[in-house]
């Protein structure tokens, strides 16, 4: 009959409505969020293996609730990427992002050392949208943040999109300065001959990657493979998920230049990142 059994739409699957129910929720609280301004950027350092100088930090956005408990972006990104919020999310990160780097930037040139980039995630939706280089440039100027001082990250899968827009505005954005980083370089599907066409600076080995060095010899191999080839294309080498001072060892003797991880420091508000960098270095 009609609406009855475990997979019938019509019926009332108390589960799926529940699920229903609960994105529905996320989705107009997601709304009241962007109108009230209540997400949070925090920041994890990228460090240079060779001496614990900090050579950036990634922007990680964070969704505080009135209970003080944070919802993590792996709960609110896909939904924001499936509704369209992400791209009011996304330039809100932008702009915050960029105008943190600037202010730290003008403390660090004033105390003579030197500045920092800013590393900020973009969604395939945002990098798709033709506006999007556009975003970038005004967020760039009204934060008076040079160009070479931001790197967006964008992984594999975002990048391909049949219309070509997504290729189009990095391309637009490196012509400009600014830094393109692979994301999660090894989980993706495409071919190493596609990485020689990317308009790309950097890749970041994932985490997944990074967890079986140096103690997994196969993963170590691939690891040092993948270096090899981003040096040969004169790519920056960074690793992501870098938990022990013997993986900080094997990666920077495969020749990795930057890491990120644990070992150094977690993701942290922006009060606590700005204190770190007055100390300059991590370890
Ligand atoms: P991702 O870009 O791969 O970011 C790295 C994730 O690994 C972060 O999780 C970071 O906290 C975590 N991580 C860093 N070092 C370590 C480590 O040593 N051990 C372990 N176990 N984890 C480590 P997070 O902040 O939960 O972010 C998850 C994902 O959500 C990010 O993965 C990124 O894809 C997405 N995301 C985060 N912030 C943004 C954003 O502002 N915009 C967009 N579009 N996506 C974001
Ligand atoms: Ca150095
Ligand atoms: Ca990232
Ligand atoms: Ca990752």
Do not use: C
Request: glycine letters at 10%; zero cysteines; a negative charge.
């Amino acid at each position: 009959a009609k609406g009855s059994g475990p997979n019938s739409w019509r019926g009332y699957d108390p589960r799926l409505r529940a699920e229903l129910a609960r994105a529905a929720a996320r989705r107009s609280g997601l709304d009241r969020a962007l109108a009230e301004g209540s997400f949070e950027l925090y920041y994890q350092p990228i460090v240079w293996l060779d001496d614990g100088d900090i050579g950036g930090f990634e922007a990680l956005v964070r969704w505080p609730q009135p209970d003080g408990t944070i919802i993590m972006p792996d709960d609110f990104i896909p939904l924001a990427e499936a509704t369209g919020q992400i791209l009011p999310l996304g330039r809100w990160i932008l702009r915050t992002a960029t105008e943190q780097a600037a202010r730290w930037n003008e403390a660090r040139l004033a105390a003579g050392v030197a500045p920092v980039k800013i590393s900020v995630n973009v969604s395939a939706h945002q990098l798709r949208d033709p506006g999007f280089p556009d975003e970038v440039g005004k967020a760039l100027t009204d934060a008076g943040l040079d160009p070479a001082f931001l790197m967006v990250e964008a992984t594999e899968s975002a990048l391909i999109d049949r219309a070509g827009q997504a290729l189009a505005n990095l391309r637009t954005l490196t012509q400009h300065g600014v830094g393109v980083s692979l994301d999660d370089f090894g989980t993706g599907y495409s071919s190493l001959s596609y990485l020689r066409d990317l308009p790309v600076s950097a890749l970041k080995i994932d985490k997944a990657f990074v967890d079986g060095v140096p103690a997994e010899p196969r993963q170590t191999a691939l690891v040092k493979g993948i270096i090899g080839i981003a040096k040969s294309l004169t790519l920056m080498v960074v690793a992501e998920g870098v938990e022990t001072r013997e993986q900080r060892r094997a990666l920077q003797n495969m020749g990795a230049d930057l890491g990120q991880g644990y070992l150094y420091a977690r993701p942290m508000p922006v009060r606590e990142a700005s204190e770190l960098m007055r100390a300059g270095r991590v370890k």
